[in-house]
DNA sequence: TTCCTTCCTTACTTGTAGGTAAGTATACGC
DNA sequence: GCGTATACTTACCTACAAGTAAGGAAGGAA
């Protein structure tokens, strides 16, 4: 056992290339040079491309989880949280991820499994699920002032970070700090 | 001269496509079949993909043109112009182009010309030119109510116009209505 | 020592992608 | 009727994609 397993490193380079070209802008090649590895050893740990692509929602999925499972839990305000979202949204998108899994997933949706498709919507339930606690404590604390029902408005949050990401690809990077600004600005926050 | 020419059934086609798949997503022959013509026949009006691809975006802008000069030139009322949008939105939905064109050239980002990327980027810019005056506009008319600048709140409302599609995409068709919704809610639009 | 499992490589196959060169049918000006 | 564009088709090429079958090294269990 390495240090960092070759399925790691395939993991790792995949979802870098996933983030930034989409499942059909990246090949097995792509993955396979920059590891020193064969092709042949990726179709042995993921016998075909959408195990892989399985393996890598999975891991976005625990990701998710890791970083939101204290909130979960035990609550606390809700700011920090917002926040949180914004900075590791500026996060990847510096670090070369420019779109984020749902947006790559949108585009080659026509060639998913159904078990895939299922894994990506309940990543969208689990994301929407942690921003609606989100907006509902901090509407609560009055930390945030907003009106419309708090999944929707929360819904609409995500979308827009959603949107933000793939406009600041196509534009350019300081559209991400203006529209965050903005959310902020729309739930009444001036600090 | 026919009277839809193969070149026009071409851009059709593939702008269809390109709506649907992405760049990569889709091949001459998906363009080809379905016209019944040849490969060799989409290579003479447009020697590479990437003519092909920049005909698409000059396409997709002159629609945008088209429909929104008359406001440009003499304003009138905001509101029906942001619904004209939430409207065009939904009907795109609806008639198998889920994804925008800016959407769609986010994932594949990578292999585009300078040219190809100015020609977005300036369409980005004038949808956003035509957004900041109906925010603009509804202000003043007192049709819509927010605060922060309005090229800002414009800018917004098309990030979140633009995630919602991709998140209706891989969710749920509901989620669009849902997020216009948000959106007017936000913009302190009751009836 | 032998056998079995794990993790990979070598050496392929098949399919399809974008792209090209040369030929052909049709219409039009002259 | 005679060239000459225009708008294609036929027939091809090269590159590369995903995927597979068979073999080999290395380690642990018997």
């Not at 996933?18 to 179709?43: T, V």
């Not at 890791?66 to 809700?78: D, K, L, Q, R």
């Not at 914004?86 to 790559?104: H, K, S, W």
Request: charged share 20%; net charge negative.
């Amino acid at each position: 056992m390495q240090v960092v397993t070759t399925r790691e490193q395939i993991i790792n380079q995949a979802f870098q290339l996933m983030l930034q070209r989409g499942l059909n802008g990246f090949s097995y090649r792509d993955i396979s040079e920059p590891l020193r590895i064969k092709n042949a050893a990726i179709h042995y740990h993921f016998p075909n491309k959408m195990d892989l692509l399985s393996a890598l929602i999975a891991e976005n999925h625990q990701l998710l989880r890791e970083s939101t499972s204290e909130f979960m839990a035990y609550g606390g305000p809700a700011r920090p949280q917002l926040e949180g979202l914004f900075d590791y949204t500026l996060n990847q998108c510096e670090c070369g991820r420019p779109i984020c899994m749902v947006g790559a997933l949108a585009v080659d949706y026509k060639d998913l499994s159904d078990k895939i498709k299922q894994a990506n919507d309940s990543f969208i339930h689990d994301s929407l699920t942690w921003l609606t606690k989100v907006m509902e404590t901090g509407r609560e604390q009055d930390e945030f002032h907003f009106e419309g029902p708090t999944k929707r408005k929360a819904m609409g949050i995500l979308a827009t970070i959603q949107g933000a990401r793939q406009m600041a690809r196509v534009h350019s990077m300081d559209i991400l700090n203006s529209i965050f600004a903005q959310i902020r600005t729309d739930l009444g926050i001036t600090s």
